[in-house]
């Protein structure tokens, strides 16, 4: 396959931040805010497009990828006519061109050129991924492309697409095709895909978390679903941020495979997360926040557009920021789900056996009223707290934790920031101050110099106290008056853990043995 050849007329190369919102304003629909953001619209698309996406079946790769609803296999000839199309699309368009890096550790970066019809796509790219040196820059050789052209509609009849959209990846070519589509979480999710398959093959665990370090140089990563509270949680004032959504583990410590970040910010505020609220300035891109014509004003509260808006923000905009993103090996792991069953305990213990049947399940839930037809807490599983971006059978990943918590014997603690006292809609939502007190304890190692007692049903390790927190808040079944109630609603969470987990058939015993008990 011949690589796209780029008329030095139309193709801009390498831009600056300002060059790039100067013609994003002028050519994209892009405007500023009152904070000097640029505020896009993304159309039809406001989020990813998990039906849209699809790895390319090529003998190299077939028996590595994990075949399924997540990665749909999209035929070599098909790719190949598609990727000319958009080539022949592209051919008299202006064009932008960001060179740069995925992967803060150089022994394991991956060079990559991202190659967009939109000025403010390459904005978004030049933020979200790895800047190279102007050394670095001269020397740049691309081992991984990603072409978007969100203007290109595919015909499915025609190109063997699922829709308009689409994002494909030949690991092959060494290609991301990306049309159809202007959300710009496509080109950042596509290459964490891709970095999820080298990295395992580099004895690197890839991993979806957040990751701080304290000032003793004490690391954490931060796992959890939309809504756990990932985000709040692992951006600590006493703490610097390592990076807030993908992280490499390689023999040496943890790295941050990116160079920005990309937060939700529906409901944003300065009080409750200062860093993203004055990260949102010049050079960052919100994505369908809608903002007041006259005074320039975003208004985070308005979820009109969609519930997913996005800032994008290079990771030196937040104060308290490690760079580069590289740090030891972690001393904690901390799991974050919101339970709205009101069943799991606000902090515990995990053994080796117990993280992994856990990082496996990567359990939440969605609340009533999130989702038409959910009427009632809803359980939602996604393996390794990552599902959507998994090329590999997710055991390798949850085999490979399980390694590496045994090599640096590293604490593991499932914290729920979900419901007390009851479910949803009769319980509490977890008090934000116990939580922070929670992890803090575990941070600092004071939480192992506790008592501990058994969770009857899950069988994690219950601590009998916390600094900061009341007694009767640590074990769940308390919190209920009507202990009954409890119990079966336990085993109705047990039941669902049960069940998801029996869709994976490469899982040793001694994990699976690690399952709540049913009955």
């Not at 990813?48 to 790769?61: A, H, L, T, Y």
């Not at 000839?77 to 008299?92: C, G, I, M």
């Not at 308009?164 to 070519?173: D, G, P, R, T």
């Not at 003793?216 to 951006?235: E, R």
Request: proline share 6%.
């Amino acid at each position: 396959m011949n690589m796209i050849q780029l008329s030095t007329k139309k193709a801009h190369f390498n831009l600056s931040v300002p060059q790039l919102i100067e013609m994003a304003v002028a050519g994209n629909g892009g405007r500023l805010t009152s904070t000097g953001a640029l505020t896009v619209e993304t159309g039809k698309y406001t989020g990813r497009s998990p039906k849209d996406r699809f790895i390319v079946d090529e003998s190299s790769v077939h028996d590595k990828i994990d075949w399924g609803p997540v990665n749909r296999p999209f035929s070599p000839e098909k790719f190949h006519r598609l990727y000319n199309d958009v080539l022949a699309f592209l051919e008299d368009k202006e064009i932008f061109v960001f060179d740069g890096f995925a992967g803060a550790d150089q022994r394991y970066r991956l060079p990559i050129r991202v190659i967009n019809q939109y000025a403010w796509h390459n904005l978004f790219a030049h933020q979200l991924f790895i800047r190279p040196t102007e050394e670095e820059l001269e020397h740049h050789q691309p081992e991984f492309t990603i072409i978007s052209a969100p203007d290109f509609e595919a015909n499915p009849a025609v190109h063997g697409t699922n829709s308009e959209a689409f994002i494909i990846i030949s690991f092959l070519q060494k290609v991301v095709l990306i049309g159809g589509t202007k959300y710009a979480g496509e080109i950042k999710k596509s290459i964490f895909s891709v970095m999820n398959f080298i990295l395992p093959q580099k004895n690197v665990l890839s991993m979806h978390c957040s990751a701080n370090q304290g000032r003793d140089g004490d690391v954490a990563l931060f796992f959890g679903l939309s809504g756990t509270g990932k985000t709040t949680l692992s951006a600590d004032p006493n703490r610097f941020l390592i990076g807030d959504d993908e992280h490499g583990w390689s023999d040496t410590g943890i790295f941050n495979i990116e160079g920005g970040c990309y937060a939700k910010c529906i409901n944003l505020s300065e009080e409750k997360e200062p860093d993203i609220f004055r990260a949102i300035r010049f050079g960052s891109v919100l994505e369908n926040v809608v903002v007041d014509e006259k005074t320039g004003v975003a208004d985070y509260d308005d979820g009109s557009l969609t519930e997913n808006t996005r800032a994008a923000y290079p990771i030196n905009y937040i104060s308290n920021a490690l760079i580069p993103g590289i740090a030891q090996h972690p001393n904690a792991i901390i799991f974050l789900t919101a339970d709205a069953f009101g069943v799991l305990p606000p902090i515990a213990k995990l053994s080796k056996e117990q993280a992994m049947y856990h990082f496996l399940s990567g359990y939440t839930s969605k609340l009533a009223g999130t989702e038409r037809g959910i009427t009632e807490p809803e359980a939602t599983f996604s393996a390794c707290f990552g599902a959507p971006f998994l090329p590999l059978n997710p055991s390798v990943y949850a085999e490979m934790l399980g390694q590496k918590i045994d090599e640096q014997k590293a604490k593991v603690y499932l914290v729920n920031t979900g419901w007390s006292g009851g479910p949803y809609g009769v319980g509490k939502r977890m008090n934000l101050t116990y939580t922070r007190a929670m992890i803090t304890a575990a941070l600092t190692g004071e939480l192992e110099q506790q008592e501990y007692t058994t969770h009857p049903v899950f069988g994690v390790a219950m601590p009998k106290f916390c600094p900061g927190v009341p007694a009767g808040v640590l074990d769940p079944r308390e919190t209920w008056e009507d202990k009954e109630a409890y119990d079966a609603q336990a085993q109705k969470l047990a039941k669902l853990f049960v069940e998801n987990f029996s869709k994976f058939n490469r899982v040793a015993d001694v994990v699976r043995a690690a399952a709540p008990k049913v009955g």
